[in-house]
């Protein structure tokens, strides 16, 4: 099988954003648009020659026409083997596990996440390293600079594979294995949890749901939640991975998993429902009547780390991304560990759980995860929540009440402006941006502004610096508004404001959140001049 040389030219969008390239599927179908981008990778990656490649993706359309591209590229270009999930189907979770398992030079993960597949959806591929980690920035930088300068990619003249068998096969020389995308995984959430406790609740009278959202997780979640936990059939909902989803948004909060919420409230909800992302590494957790913000999900795991087997001797430490909520700093002050404030983007994580100064880590945008893999992870935060309620055996809200009680409640919520114009969103945050110096010691409402800065993070691992990451307004009482521009949308910009209040007393722990932070939301709106810059009366989502 002859390897081909195509002549190409660069294009000059092919910088990864938050979590890897992501952009319309007619973009990806345009002429050399993915192959010139995997070809940087393989220009830059040099240990993938004459190793082993990971390759998956969450099912959406065009999943697996670009597999069979990424293989026969992959073998005009020395990688000696690829294990390739079944149907094509690989979580990013699961991939992270694959990667590290049987310890591969890297993977790539086909997903744009949460954002809408389908033929008018959108698409995207991502990176992962020999840790089963995002690339770090360095490495996107690399690959993004080799787009710039790309004059050919090399790809094998080959037939398509089958990728529905579990079989081995040859392309040129290299050697695919199609995997089962579950079983890795599974395995090792059975050495992360007690499932003997998990199964003696899920035995009683404890009622539950997990929706997939027609993405990825659903043959992890029947697996592992119905088959290996005794789940009833059906706890599954939405399980079988579309290619556009079922026409929704695979995100999983209050505006897009509604059917979902709705089954929780009242005297019949249900105990416990859970859903996840596109690519299954976001969750969202409920239970009667509740909701539990990701900010707060990841405060209490780390405050209950102890029931979980693979934490018995507790963590050495926890990180959350900037815009998340303060809940985990406050766990982190009393019991004694560290904690550490990232940029947005799981790949900031990767050092510090390398290095072993953290184990559990969480975005307020639904990703929670611990050291057991390298990527934000769906259904191990599920599994976590579902093994805290076996030891606990209390309702989920007497759970995150009692939280409150003890460390005190971040009042937490995100307003996102989807889709605004570009120029105008940049302008919002150079105002806002040129404003800083002036802010500290103001009173704005009636709140004084303890500090105001545009983070940056130096990493304590190997120093790398990063830049311009959003944002922030700390007022004296401990309640902060961030602003930043969301690095995953493919059209137009997305600005995200976040809004935090803290309250130790029980008795304002209940009021309900918009209202509670109502003051903040209108100093956010005034500070930015958010109408005037992006022509909106409100945001777009509300999580
Ligand atoms: C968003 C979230 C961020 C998350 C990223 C990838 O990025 O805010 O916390 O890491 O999505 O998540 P942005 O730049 O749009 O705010 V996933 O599940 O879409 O890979
Ligand atoms: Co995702």
Redesign the pocket.
Request: glycine share 20%; aromatic share 6%; charged share 25%.
């Given at each position: 099988m002859p390897v081909q040389i195509v002549p190409t030219s660069p294009f000059d969008d092919q910088k990864p954003?938050?979590?890897?390239l992501r952009k319309q599927v007619s973009v990806f179908q345009g002429r050399n648009y993915l192959e010139n981008f995997v070809q940087s990778i393989f220009d830059t990656q040099q240990e993938l020659r004459g190793g082993t490649l990971v390759v998956g993706g969450d099912g959406r359309f065009y999943n697996r026409q670009a597999i069979q591209v990424i293989l026969r590229m992959a073998a005009a270009n020395g990688v000696s083997r690829c294990l390739v999930g079944q149907g094509g189907i690989l979580s990013?979770p699961a991939t992270s596990c694959v990667i590290r398992k049987h310890r591969t030079q890297g993977g790539i993960i086909l997903?744009?996440?949460?954002?809408p597949g389908g033929p008018n959806g959108d698409f995207g591929i991502k990176f992962n390293t020999a840790n089963g980690g995002p690339a770090p920035e360095k490495v996107t930088e690399a690959i993004f600079q080799r787009t710039r300068s790309l004059s050919e990619y090399r790809i094998l003249d080959s037939e398509d594979i089958e990728l529905d068998t579990l079989e081995c096969f040859t392309l040129g020389e290299m050697h695919v294995e199609i995997i089962d995308p579950v079983s890795d995984y599974a395995d090792l959430m059975a050495e992360q949890f007690d499932f003997e406790a998990i199964r003696g609740l899920l035995s009683g009278d404890f009622r539950m749901a997990f929706d997939a959202m027609h993405a990825v997780t659903g043959p992890y979640a029947r697996e592992i939640i119905e088959n290996r936990l005794g789940a009833p059939a059906g706890t599954v909902i939405n399980g079988v991975p579309l290619e556009d989803f079922g026409g929704g948004h695979p995100d999983p909060n209050l505006a897009h998993a509604k059917e979902l919420v709705a089954l929780t409230r009242g005297e019949q909800g249900l105990d416990f429902a859970a859903a996840s992302?596109?690519?299954g590494?976001?969750n969202m957790i409920l239970g009667q009547d509740i909701f539990v913000t990701p900010s707060d999900s990841l405060a209490i795991l780390a405050a209950n780390a102890t029931v979980f087997p693979a934490y018995r001797d507790g963590i050495p430490g926890v990180a959350r991304?900037m815009?998340t909520s303060q809940a985990a700093d406050r766990v982190a002050n009393i019991l004694g560990i560290e904690c550490f404030e990232t940029p947005?983007?799981?790949k900031f994580f990767g050092n510090l759980l390398d290095a072993g100064r953290i184990a559990f880590c969480g975005?307020?945008?639904?990703?929670t995860g611990s050291s057991h893999v390298r990527e934000?992870d769906g259904l191990w935060a599920v599994l976590a929540w579902l093994n805290l309620l076996a030891v606990r055996r209390e309702a989920v809200a007497d759970i995150v009440r009692a939280h409150w009680a003890r460390f005190g409640r971040n009042f937490y919520s995100r307003h996102d402006y989807e889709g605004v114009d570009k120029a105008g969103a940049t302008t919002l945050m150079n105002e806002l941006r040129g404003s800083l110096d002036d802010l500290p010691g103001h009173e704005l409402d009636g709140m004084r502004v303890a500090y105001a800065d545009d983070f940056a993070y130096t990493d304590p691992i190997d120093g790398s610096v990063s830049e311009n990451q959003g944002i922030r307004i700390g007022f004296e009482n401990g309640s902060r508004i961030v602003f930043?521009?969301?690095?995953?949308?493919t059209v137009g910009a997305?600005l995200?404001v976040y809004i935090e209040a803290f309250e130790t007393d029980p008795a304002r722990q209940q009021t309900d959140t918009q209202e509670a932070l109502g003051g903040l939301i209108d100093i956010a709106r005034k500070l930015a001049r958010i109408r005037e810059f992006t022509s909106r009366e409100a945001p777009s989502v509300i999580t």
């Open positions: 954003g938050t979590s890897g990013t997903s744009a996440s949460h954002n992302d596109g690519d590494d976001r991304s815009p947005t983007g799981w975005e307020e945008s639904f990703g934000k930043r521009l969301s690095g995953t949308g997305t995200r």
